[in-house]
């Protein structure tokens, strides 16, 4: 699905597809997520712009942001406003792709297990495709932070458990009320993240609604 040596224009074209996908399947209602990726061949990252509906993405709905955040272009469009985290999760996690999700389940979850701070997801088969876990009998803790409009307190937050050396974040986290992130190596590594926590998500909740109806 994903050319080798992104440019701009290649990257722009395979998150626009992301951005499709993501909006057919619900994950993407009224302009919400975002989505960005590394141009190996400077670091610059480019990152949808803020406000723009993802299930019809062209290449002016993206901004190119040097390494530092700063824009790379003259006239840029604002960057989405939650910018600060991508950077984050690219200089800290190596992230090479980032997404972000506004999901049913990833939503209705993260309020619902916010008083734990996490979603358990453990001994699914699926659990195979986040790199580290090799069976299904594996159990990832999907951390939840709560939600903010200080995208930088927030960046903070999420630098610190990054850096956790007892319990490292790796591969996604959740907002509570807000929705999912998720990042890979590239942009093919974080899109299979993405798909698999959100499916996972939504078993998780189709199950515990069919437990509590027992
Ligand atoms: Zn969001």
């Not at 040596?5 to 919400?32: H, M």
């Amino acid at each position: 699905m994903f050319t080798l040596e992104l440019n701009r224009a290649s990257a722009a074209d395979a998150l626009g597809r992301i951005g499709a996908d993501f909006a057919r399947r619900g994950w993407a209602p009224a302009t919400s997520g975002n989505y960005s990726c590394v141009l190996p061949e400077r670091g610059q990252l480019l990152i949808t712009a803020s406000g723009r509906h993802k299930g019809h993405l062209g290449p002016d709905d993206f901004v190119l942001l040097e390494p530092d955040g700063t824009p790379a272009e003259p006239d840029a469009a604002a960057s989405s406003a939650e910018t600060a985290l991508h950077l984050e999760l690219v200089r800290t996690a190596g992230a090479g792709a980032v997404l972000h999700t506004h999901s049913i389940w990833g939503t209705v979850l993260s309020e619902y297990w916010s008083h734990r701070g996490s979603v358990e997801l453990s001994g699914w088969e699926v659990l195979k495709a986040l790199p580290g876990f090799e069976t299904h009998e594996s159990a990832f803790r999907l951390v939840i932070f709560d939600n903010t409009q200080d995208i930088t307190d927030l960046a903070g937050r999420v630098r610190a458990r990054l850096l956790d050396p007892a319990h490292p974040l790796r591969h996604g986290l959740l907002l509570r009320g807000h929705g999912l992130y998720a990042w890979g190596a590239d942009l093919a590594a974080a899109h299979r993240h993405i798909e698999a926590l959100e499916f996972l998500l939504e078993v998780v909740g189709r199950l515990q609604s069919l437990d509590q109806r027992a």
